[in-house]
């Protein structure tokens, strides 16, 4: 099976930065679509960002200019780095990787427990 173990949660100012990871660990093949998600009290989870093997990416609106996705696949780590925090930037975030365990089998998705990132005015 496959685990997933997120960090760089936390408390931080309006303006200031955050880095999460999300590391994958267990009997994986490759990896193909990683992403970050948030979900805010009372409000749907959302798509933050997302990074393909390809490394194509793309991003909410709202977060575009501020955040960075990336991955490190010798790690099988997703990163987002985020800067110029807003308080509406608040809620728990996730990330969701697609990952085949073997070379013939068909992928699944996996998700992490989730890491509070909440962003005082």
């Known amino acids: 099976q496959v685990q997933l173990v997120e960090s760089g949660g936390g408390l931080v100012q309006a303006g200031g930065s955050l880095r999460l990871s999300c590391a994958a660990s267990g009997s994986i093949f490759s990896i193909s679509t990683m992403a970050w998600y948030r979900q805010a009290l009372g409000k749907q989870r959302e798509l933050v960002a997302g990074i393909t093997s390809g490394v194509s990416t793309n991003y909410l609106d709202s977060v575009k200019g501020r955040f960075t996705i990336s991955r490190d696949n010798a790690k099988n780590t997703v990163y987002l780095q985020m800067n110029s925090l807003k308080p509406e930037d608040t809620g728990v975030y996730y990330c969701?990787?697609?990952?085949?365990?073997?070379?013939?089998?068909?992928?699944?998705?996996?998700w992490g427990q989730g890491t509070q990132v909440t962003v005082s005015s």
């Open positions: 969701k990787l697609v990952v085949r365990l073997r070379q013939w089998v068909g992928a699944s998705e996996y």
